[in-house]
């Protein structure tokens, strides 16, 4: 007998439960015996008290994650979210082990910082999501908008026409820093290993310092273009509450970055000097060692955060039948972030090369969970019901594919305003006759 949504709900929360208590016998007697087999100094001691809030973070974000997996109803918005959910296991657990090993910290540390650049364009992802799915001439609104001008400090620059052009370098200017931030990891790890990077020493000397500006300038502009983003379609998103999903992404990323920085400067300053090193080896080992401490006990505050701003409640319906590892192989799957990739990379030749901006969009892309929001806005509506927005509720199928069904055009209760069907009387004019049909079309299908 196959394994279904309704059997595998039944057993999996008492497995992750029985699995969890498993670890923490194993693990907790393992820091007891590190605690007795060696003299307890500062560094041990902080170890450990970062290990117990370690493992109260882990529980609060495994339980939200299988949460979501067992009430996977919305792939198009709860798998980024699923994404987002991982930083804080991978935040904690990546500092602790660093706190212990410190000789390993540049390594582990890099886990951490490309996850963080992938965490930031998993958010663009599900707001591009949502909207996708409950407005399909989201283009149109957008020019038929107010033009925004540009934030502080970037007022003076030219405005950003609205429309195709503020979707596409909005979002291009959030995937940038997912791939520079990679790129520049690895080039910490080279200079790591040519022993000129000096971590945590702010020096004209070391590839630390110059690594450490680029990061940052490439971090407020994604940023920026995600705060852009929001205050022009604040109206449209408001029904998913993303400030509070914004902040806790933001806060995570921009503490454990700042707080970094400011750390070197305290060594740079002397406020942590050598003659205070206590069992490291380094000022500079001091310096990282305190960053990985602190985040172990900010994960958990991150945590509890996390849980009530990205909950599942909102997914809770009556799932479809299917097999049980249909939402588990579905959160590894990274062909839409290869997808986007891709586009981008061509979009940015096309802009190079001077074609015309009708030209950034392929006309001919299908119509999937992994067909990005701004190549689906520039194209005709179609008035097929197969080249519809992604379903919502559709069934899963291996590595994220959706089966779609005509009934999974709705949202569940309580994640999108009843009011959104309002919405389109301020403008029905701009809308295209096929998409006026659609929700006829739609009706036939289902009778």
């Known amino acids: 007998m196959p394994c279904t949504c309704v059997n595998w709900r039944r057993w999996i929360r008492p497995l992750v439960v029985v699995l969890y208590i498993l670890g923490l016998v194993v693990v907790l007697p393992f820091c007891i015996w590190e605690l007795q087999k060696s003299e307890v100094g500062t560094h041990t001691k902080a170890w450990f008290i970062a290990g117990i809030f370690v493992f109260m973070t882990i529980p609060i974000s495994l339980w939200g994650i299988l949460q979501h997996l067992v009430n996977y109803t919305q792939p198009e918005l709860q798998k980024p979210i699923i994404r987002i959910l991982?930083?804080?296991?991978?935040?904690?657990?990546?500092?602790?082990i660093a706190l212990k090993y410190p000789n390993i910290a540049i390594?582990?540390?890099?886990?951490?910082?490309?996850?963080?650049?992938?965490?930031?364009?998993?958010?663009?992802?599900?707001l591009q999501n949502y909207?996708?799915?409950?407005?399909?001439s989201l283009v149109l609104m957008l020019e038929a908008k107010e033009q925004q001008r540009h934030l502080p400090p970037l007022c003076c620059c030219p405005s950003w026409p609205m429309g195709e052009v503020l979707l596409f370098r909005c979002k291009l200017g959030v995937l940038q820093y997912t791939v520079v931030r990679p790129f520049t990891t690895i080039?910490?790890?080279?200079?790591?290993?040519?022993?000129?990077?000096d971590e945590g020493n702010f020096s004209s000397k070391n590839a630390w310092t110059y690594l450490v500006i680029f990061n940052n300038l490439s971090q407020l502009f994604a940023m920026y273009c995600l705060v852009l983003f929001y205050k022009v379609l604040r109206e449209e998103l408001n029904p998913i509450h993303p400030v509070g999903k914004f902040l806790c992404v933001k806060l995570v990323v921009f503490v454990s970055f700042w707080q970094a920085v400011?750390?070197?400067?305290?060594?740079?300053?002397?406020?942590?000097?050598?003659?205070?090193?206590?069992?490291?080896?380094?000022?500079?080992?001091?310096?990282?060692?305190?960053?990985?401490?602190?985040?172990?006990?900010?994960?958990?505050?991150?945590?509890?955060?996390?849980?009530?701003?990205?909950?599942?409640?909102?997914?809770?319906?009556?799932?479809?039948?299917?097999?049980?590892?249909?939402s588990f192989l579905a959160m590894w799957d990274i062909s839409d972030i290869r997808a986007d990739i891709s586009e981008q990379v061509r979009n940015v030749g096309r802009t190079v090369l001077g074609r015309p901006r009708k030209m950034y969009f392929s006309e001919e892309q299908e119509h999937n969970e992994h067909t990005s929001l701004?190549?689906?806005?520039?194209?005709?509506?179609?008035?097929?019901?197969?080249?519809m927005p992604p379903s919502p509720t559709g069934r899963y199928q291996g590595f994220g594919r959706t089966t779609m069904t005509p009934h999974s055009l709705s949202a569940p209760a309580g994640l999108f305003s009843s009011a959104s069907d309002t919405q389109y009387e301020d403008f029905p004019n701009s809308l295209p006759q096929d998409t006026k049909e659609l929700p006829d079309q739609v009706n036939r299908t289902e009778s």
């Not at 909207?131 to 399909?136: C, D, G, R, T």
Request: aromatic share 18%; charged share 15%; net charge negative.
């Open 374 to 387: 701004l190549s689906g806005g520039a194209q005709e509506p179609a008035t097929d019901v197969s080249s």
């Open 86 to 96: 991982w930083m804080v296991p991978i935040y904690s657990l990546d500092s602790w």
């Open 262 to 326: 400011f750390i070197a400067f305290l060594v740079k300053v002397g406020i942590i000097s050598d003659s205070h090193t206590w069992d490291w080896d380094s000022v500079e080992a001091v310096a990282t060692g305190l960053q990985d401490f602190v985040i172990c006990v900010e994960m958990f505050l991150a945590a509890i955060a996390h849980h009530y701003s990205f909950t599942y409640k909102p997914y809770v319906q009556e799932a479809e039948e299917g097999s049980c590892f249909d």
């Open 187 to 197: 080039i910490a790890l080279i200079c790591e290993l040519c022993g000129v990077y």
């Open 107 to 126: 390594y582990v540390d890099t886990c951490r910082e490309c996850y963080e650049a992938y965490v930031i364009y998993n958010f663009m992802i599900f």
């Open 131 to 136: 909207l996708s799915n409950q407005y399909p």
